[in-house]
């Protein structure tokens, strides 16, 4: 009888500890929900910040924002590294008659917020003609700051 009691009390006891950590485990998870959140609007507000340099800097604003291993694909080749994006990109902001804008429709961080994606819809101009798309950026965080790595635009057909 008296092991009975024994096993009951422990067993009881740890239905206590087992219970208690449940809310620890919630209140973990909904800290790591919150911080998520938190940088998913930073790295949103980051692609918005892109725009608007683009829009106040041109090329300038445009190469500010990317990482200087950036590259992105054309007609199925790669560019990368700044310099070889400025010179690439030069020839595309030097028309006065070129507008792109885009804006952000989800973002999503790595759990250890290095690595993060942005996407959504684009709109480029030049002259009467309109381009409308979707495009993906892939960001990496540097020194506090969310830099460009990857940038692909996917025109609507």
């Known amino acids: 009888m008296r092991r009975t009691l024994i096993f009951l009390a422990i067993f009881a006891l740890g239905l206590v500890v087992l219970a208690a950590k449940k809310p ?4 973990a998870m909904a800290s ?6 938190t940088m998913e609007k930073e790295l949103k507000d ?53 507008s792109l804008t885009w804006s952000p429709t989800r973002a999503e961080v790595s759990k250890d917020g290095t690595l993060g994606y942005t996407y959504g819809d ?8 309109i381009s409308r798309g979707m495009y993906v950026t892939a960001w990496r965080r540097e020194r506090g700051r969310w830099k460009v790595v990857l940038d692909l635009g ?4």
Do not use: C
Not at 24 to 27: H, L, T
Not at 32 to 37: E, G, I, L, P, T
Not at 61 to 79: Q, R
């Open 24 to 27: 620890a485990a919630s209140a």
């Open 32 to 37: 790591s929900a919150a911080s998520s959140a």
């Open 46 to 98: 980051a692609d918005r910040e892109f725009a608007r340099q683009l829009a106040t800097r041109g090329l300038d604003g445009w190469m500010g924002s990317f990482a200087d291993d950036a590259s992105t694909i054309h007609e199925g080749k790669t560019v990368t590294g700044k310099p070889a994006l400025h010179a690439y990109y030069a020839s595309i902001f030097a028309d006065k008659n070129f």
């Open 122 to 129: 684009y709109e480029a101009k030049e002259g009467a003609d």
């Open 154 to 157: 996917s025109a609507a057909h």
